[in-house]
Structure formats: structure tokens, C-alpha cells
């Protein structure tokens, strides 16, 4: 069967280690890559969750990597690659791709995805619950309401709020307790989203966000 030539994305988020031969592995295959395409974009991500992911690099039709693509001229694999490498740090991926730049930045700017946010993510706005019934949930879940801190009760197999309560603060971080009680609201906090950072290509390196000069990048 003939190797497939789709486009591939790399993230760089940390990885359990599994040995010398995985790491020459994922080195091998970054390098191949770069061989293969025509351009390369380190991309940066937030709230990353690895359903969404996997939805935006189906649409890429990707798979992922993470490598040292060379951090200097001397080492670089191929002209201008030591450029890219000191841009993956982080939250950070790499993605190959023989799209055309056009193309690519329309999936990138069009892919966002709402989600529930996590222990000490920042709240985007107030949630507070008025006193009375909460008719949202089953009797069977006022004991794990309370475990969450709600100041519930059972009034004839119905959940009561006996009094207002403020499940969050906008502008503070998450407790556990709170992020859990969103979800139960299904009210979503989170956002994950893609923002390219550079592009390469064998004819120019392009530099996307903003306040980064190429001359940071070769100081750094």
C-alpha cells in the first residue's frame, strides 16, 4: 500500500516517556516530514482537549509529532528550519502541510469549539443560583450537591436552594467544586482554539503574531 501524503500537525504538549528508540522515532518522522511538505507552522493552542483536537485534524486530515527540527544553521535539516524550532515551546504544535497558506489560515481562524472548563480556569463571567427550587435536577443528586457545597435541600422529592449561592466570580479561578457544577448547568467556559504563530516554506519565513520580529527569534 502506498505511503499516505496527507498533511500533518505535530503537538508538543508533555508526553510519558517511552525510551530512546520512541524518541529517534518521532525525530525520524519530523524529518521525513519536513522533506515531504512544502510548508511548516508552529501553532500555539488553549484549553486544549484531545477530542477537539482530533475533530480539527480530521479537517486537516493530520496526525501529530513532537521533534527538534535543528536549533541552529549548522544543525538545521533544511534552510531556515532552525527558526521554527525556536518557536515550539509550550503549549505549541507543528503542522506540515502542502495547503496553501490561504487555506490553511482559513481552518485555523474558523476552528473554535466551546467546552467545559477546568479546576482554575479563569471565569469568564458570574453564575449565581437564586433561592428556590432547582428543577434541573433529580432528588437523586441533592446529596452531591451538597458535597459540591450547595446549600440544598429535599422539599417533597424536589431540589430546594435555601438560599442564593454563587457558584463562581468572574475574573477567578475555578474550584473544583465550581467547574463541576457548571457542567452539571451545562454552562461552557472554556474555549479551545488554534492560533498560528509562523509559517515556513523554502522561499520565505512569515512571522503571525504579533509584538515577534525575526531578529527575537535569532537572539533568542
Given at each position: 500500500m502506498p505511503k499516505s501524503k496527507r498533511n500533518?500537525?505535530?503537538t508538543l504538549s508533555k508526553t510519558k516517556k517511552k525510551g530512546k528508540e520512541h524518541k529517534e522515532n518521532i525525530v525520524n518522522s519530523i524529518r521525513e516530514?519536513?522533506?515531504?511538505y512544502c510548508s511548516v507552522y508552529v501553532f500555539s493552542f488553549?484549553?486544549?482537549?484531545?477530542?477537539k483536537f482530533k475533530?480539527?485534524?480530521?479537517?486537516?486530515k493530520s496526525s501529530s509529532r513532537q521533534v527538534a527540527l535543528g536549533r541552529s544553521v549548522a544543525d538545521e535539516i533544511r534552510p531556515g528550519l532552525h527558526k521554527i524550532?525556536?518557536?515550539?515551546?509550550?503549549?505549541?504544535g507543528l503542522c506540515f502541510t502542502n495547503l496553501s497558506k490561504e487555506e490553511v489560515q482559513r481552518l485555523f481562524n474558523e476552528f473554535e469549539e466551546n467546552?467545559?472548563?477546568r479546576t482554575g480556569t479563569t471565569a469568564t463571567e458570574k453564575v449565581e443560583l437564586q433561592e428556590g427550587p432547582l428543577d434541573q435536577f433529580t432528588h437523586e443528586m441533592e446529596p452531591f450537591l451538597r458535597k459540591q457545597g450547595m446549600p440544598v435541600r429535599l422539599n417533597r422529592g424536589v431540589v430546594e436552594l435555601v438560599s442564593d449561592y454563587v457558584v463562581c466570580e468572574e475574573g477567578k479561578p475555578l474550584s473544583p467544586e465550581a467547574a463541576r457544577i457548571l457542567?452539571?448547568?451545562d454552562i461552557k467556559m472554556a474555549t479551545f482554539r488554534l492560533s498560528l504563530i509562523c509559517r515556513w516554506s523554502p522561499d520565505e519565513f512569515e512571522l503571525y503574531r504579533e509584538g515577534l520580529e525575526e531578529s527575537d527569534i535569532e537572539s533568542s
Amino acid at each position: 500500500m502506498p505511503k499516505s501524503k496527507r498533511n500533518r500537525a505535530v503537538t508538543l504538549s508533555k508526553t510519558k516517556k517511552k525510551g530512546k528508540e520512541h524518541k529517534e522515532n518521532i525525530v525520524n518522522s519530523i524529518r521525513e516530514c519536513a522533506e515531504k511538505y512544502c510548508s511548516v507552522y508552529v501553532f500555539s493552542f488553549e484549553n486544549m482537549r484531545n477530542l477537539k483536537f482530533k475533530e480539527f485534524r480530521d479537517q486537516l486530515k493530520s496526525s501529530s509529532r513532537q521533534v527538534a527540527l535543528g536549533r541552529s544553521v549548522a544543525d538545521e535539516i533544511r534552510p531556515g528550519l532552525h527558526k521554527i524550532s525556536k518557536l515550539v515551546r509550550g503549549d505549541s504544535g507543528l503542522c506540515f502541510t502542502n495547503l496553501s497558506k490561504e487555506e490553511v489560515q482559513r481552518l485555523f481562524n474558523e476552528f473554535e469549539e466551546n467546552d467545559f472548563a477546568r479546576t482554575g480556569t479563569t471565569a469568564t463571567e458570574k453564575v449565581e443560583l437564586q433561592e428556590g427550587p432547582l428543577d434541573q435536577f433529580t432528588h437523586e443528586m441533592e446529596p452531591f450537591l451538597r458535597k459540591q457545597g450547595m446549600p440544598v435541600r429535599l422539599n417533597r422529592g424536589v431540589v430546594e436552594l435555601v438560599s442564593d449561592y454563587v457558584v463562581c466570580e468572574e475574573g477567578k479561578p475555578l474550584s473544583p467544586e465550581a467547574a463541576r457544577i457548571l457542567r452539571l448547568l451545562d454552562i461552557k467556559m472554556a474555549t479551545f482554539r488554534l492560533s498560528l504563530i509562523c509559517r515556513w516554506s523554502p522561499d520565505e519565513f512569515e512571522l503571525y503574531r504579533e509584538g515577534l520580529e525575526e531578529s527575537d527569534i535569532e537572539s533568542s
